[in-house]
């Protein structure tokens, strides 16, 4: 299987929450990321948390880490159409700390 | 301002023929890489440079050269492209290779091979 997996596709209604989850094989890395493309876009980091942390807050962004089950999500509260985009994320493995990517999750808002 | 600015957006390349991405950084960081992303698919990374330390990944097709003339700049060549090889060509940077560090990206060059 790949190293990192997700998802491909999320709707959701806005004002709702979105919960883009992924899991990873790879435990090593400190750090873990997620990125946003928007259309026409490059990556771009949105968030990242600490291997030794279960929750971090940002914001309208919790991530959440469940290290012994590898899994980690990004929840949006009150989604925006603006929130649109394909989220990516990365473990960086192998202690080599170059990102390793998911394939991404396209997260669709509508009215 | 961008910060990492790919060249072209848009590149139309016959099969065959030699092709030549760029890439530019206006950050001085020291890493650059070049990723691969295929429709729906994770982008997949091709080689990096730390410096002008060179880091090829063990899947890298040998078709896929890099060079880095300077710390600003970084070439993607594709000696013989393929059907295969069109895809989205992302450059990305990094001040350094650290357990805690962000890439910043490219808006990418999307090739196409006709």
């Known amino acids: 299987g790949e190293d990192v997996e997700q998802s491909l596709f999320l709707s959701v209604r806005e004002g709702d929450s979105s919960v883009i989850n992924c899991t990873y094989t790879?435990?090593?890395?400190?750090?873990l990321y997620w990125y946003k493309q928007e259309p026409g876009a490059g990556l771009q980091l949105l968030t990242y948390i600490f291997s030794n942390m279960d929750m971090k807050q940002d914001q309208r962004l919790t991530v959440l880490l469940n290290k012994k089950d590898k899994h980690l999500s990004l929840r949006i509260a009150d989604t925006q159409t603006g929130d649109s985009a394909i989220y990516f994320c990365a473990n960086p493995s192998g202690g080599s700390y170059i990102p390793t990517f998911g394939r991404g999750t396209s997260l669709i808002v509508h009215p | 301002d961008a910060m990492v600015i790919q060249n072209p957006r848009y590149q139309v390349t016959q099969f065959g023929k030699p092709v030549t991405l760029s890439c530019s950084q206006t950050l001085n960081h020291n890493v650059m890489y070049w990723y691969q992303q295929k429709s729906s698919q994770a982008p997949k990374l091709l080689f990096h440079y730390y410096d002008k330390d060179f880091n090829n990944e063990a899947d890298t097709p040998d078709n896929f050269q890099s060079r880095r003339p300077n710390t600003s700049f970084c070439f993607l060549d594709i000696r013989s492209p393929g059907l295969g090889d069109a895809a989205m060509y992302l450059c990305?940077?990094?001040?350094?290779?650290?357990?805690?560090?962000?890439?910043?990206f490219g808006q990418g060059t999307r090739l196409t091979v006709v």
């Open positions: 790879d435990s090593s890395s400190t750090y």
């Open positions: 990305a940077t990094s001040v350094h290779r650290g357990p805690n560090t962000e890439a910043f």
